[in-house]
């Protein structure tokens, strides 16, 4: 089992729409969840980061903790086509201290 | 501010050839790591560093050398270099503590090696 396990993809929504992500993660004591985005050909840029169970808004973005399942996801909405990109999951682990660890990422296309 | 930069930006190499990736920020974060980015395998740690002259591996260090004598540096080497070390290679740094654990990269090197 992968520390760090998320959808491929890709996962293709209209513009406007709602996109959903998820993640999920197998060390049950981690601390720190990190959602980045990366564009083709650039580097990952953070989006946001969410420490406690529940929900974290920022502008268009929420994301959403469920520690007890061991479970993250990233909610985008009023999709627009620049959210086109690939959207990566980090997690630090319990033991981590300073590390995280990635998942192989969701690519998500915006369609006008 | 110039952030976090790597240079080169695209490098080609040839099989044996040592070749040195450079990362360098301006934050005086504490960690530092490097990271390789390939097609179905995502991000994965190649070695990493919580300051000066303490760097420890991650997930493939195989092959790969670092040191880090200034904090704000943190080159990596390929002492011997393979086609399997073609990548895309990120530096990435943060600051120490917990909810300091945010890293931000670099652009990324590009590395062929023929």
């Known amino acids: 089992q992968k520390e760090v396990e998320q959808n491929s993809g890709p996962l293709s929504v209209p513009e406007g729409a709602i996109a959903s992500l998820n993640c999920t993660y197998s060390?049950?004591?981690?601390?720190?969840f990190f959602w980045y985005r990366q564009y083709s050909g650039k580097s990952p840029e953070l989006i946001m980061f969410i420490y406690s169970n529940g929900d974290k808004e920022d502008g268009r973005f929420t994301a959403q903790l469920n520690k007890a399942s061991q479970y993250v996801s990233l909610l985008i909405r009023d999709s627009q086509p620049s959210d086109s990109a690939t959207y990566l999951c980090?997690?630090?682990?319990?033991?981590?201290?300073?590390?995280?660890?990635f998942g192989q990422g969701t690519i998500l296309t915006v369609h006008p | 501010d110039a952030g976090i930069t790597q240079s080169p930006r695209y490098k080609i190499t040839e099989t044996g050839r040592q070749v040195t990736l450079m990362c360098h920020q301006t934050w005086s974060h504490s960690y530092m790591f490097w990271y390789r980015q390939d097609l179905g395998h995502g991000l994965r740690l190649i070695y990493y560093?919580?300051?000066?002259?303490?760097?420890d591996k991650g997930e493939v260090p195989d092959g790969y050398v670092v040191s880090r004598s200034k904090t704000e540096n943190f080159p990596l080497t390929l002492e011997s270099a393979t086609r399997s070390q073609t990548s895309v290679y990120f530096c990435a740094s943060s600051r120490q503590g917990v909810g300091q654990e945010t890293q931000y990269f670099g652009p990324g090197t590009r590395l062929l090696v023929l």
């Open positions: 060390d049950r004591g981690s601390q720190s």
């Open positions: 560093s919580a300051a000066a002259d303490i760097t």
């Open positions: 980090a997690v630090r682990g319990g033991t981590s201290y300073g590390k995280l660890t």
